[in-house]
């Protein structure tokens, strides 16, 4: 015989997002932190590739700058989101290779933008 106590109520958290976008998933943080965080930087750092390399091939530098300095408040605004987020040990250490790899591969997207001067 089954009692109330074993009867428990489906578990909905499953199907609660289904509706929900990519994008809501990714920023909820559905697909955990390291996945969520290397998305939006490859995001970033794709389309600092894109429309610096347009800017170095219009020879338009201002531009190209200022596409720079958004692409560093880009990365330090993810390196400050993984700060917040983390709760695992050793924080600091976490942080010191997040943004060591982070800024190794904006200094190797900036060198391939600056291949499209002629």
């Not at 428990?8 to 390291?34: T, V």
């Not at 750092?45 to 408040?73: M, P």
């Amino acid at each position: 015989m089954i009692t109330n106590s074993e009867i428990r109520p489906a578990d909905h958290s499953a199907s609660q997002h289904e509706g929900h976008s990519f994008m809501s998933k990714l920023l909820g943080g559905e697909f955990g932190l390291a996945v969520t965080y290397w998305l939006l930087f490859f995001l970033g750092a794709s389309s600092f590739f894109i429309f610096g390399s347009q800017a170095v091939d219009q020879e338009r530098w201002l531009l190209y700058l200022g596409i720079v300095v958004a692409a560093l408040a880009y990365t330090s605004l993810l390196i400050l989101g993984i700060k917040a987020a983390y709760k695992g040990p050793q924080l600091w250490k976490v942080m010191s290779r997040t943004s060591s790899i982070f800024m190794i591969i904006n200094v190797l997207v900036g060198i391939s933008t600056l291949g499209f001067i002629y």
